[in-house]
């Protein structure tokens, strides 16, 4: 009998955090997450690296990645996928972009497409030079449109220092060995 009752606690916990049952409970969005990195590189060249763009796609931080155009009738400005190893789901987005100032400023928000376990999120980029061949990025981060048992995970888990460490290593070209690094198709 104690482990039928662990086994069906298990079951209400987990349905209630991650299942249907609590999804819909207390939506809103995270708090923003925002930090500085200083990387090697002109803002143009960091531009590249970050920036969305179908035409650069092959200098894109993330190995793969593609813009391909949005459907009709939609109004994001361009689909991006982000391929990643068979174990783990592609992500596969409608992308916003809400302001591009190159080669120092963008913004641009995501929307998940059905298939995509991945959130609606905020992405800020801010590129200063600090000399000829380094520059400041900060990086800011925000989750759209949670549930409460969603934002509580995402509270507890290290996703914005991984990226952080992930584009820290890929901006400075050496060796991603974060857990986004590794969810990423070898080139």
């Known amino acids: 009998s104690y ?67 949005a459907a009709d009738g939609s109004d994001a400005d361009m689909l991006m996928r982000l391929p990643r190893h068979h174990r783990v789901k592609d992500a596969f987005f409608e992308l916003h972009i809400k302001e591009a100032r190159a080669p120092d400023h963008f913004l641009y928000e995501l929307g998940a497409l059905p298939g995509c376990e991945d959130p609606r999120q905020r992405i800020e980029v801010k590129i200063t030079p600090l000399d000829e061949t380094q520059s400041r990025v900060t990086y800011t981060q925000q989750f759209l449109d949670l549930s409460f048992c969603k934002r509580l995970f995402f509270y507890l888990h290290n996703d914005f220092r991984d990226t952080l460490a992930s584009l820290r290593a890929r901006l400075s070209g050496r060796r991603d060995r974060s857990v986004q690094g590794s969810q990423m198709l070898k080139t």
């Open 3 to 69: 482990c039928i009752l662990l086994g069906a606690a298990f079951l209400v916990v987990e349905r209630s955090l991650y299942g249907p049952w609590l999804a819909n409970l207390w939506r809103r969005d995270m708090k923003k997450q925002s930090a500085t990195l200083t990387v090697p590189g002109t803002p143009e060249e960091i531009w590249h690296k970050l920036y969305p763009d179908a035409a650069h796609s092959e200098s894109f931080f993330w190995p793969g990645a593609s813009f391909p155009s």
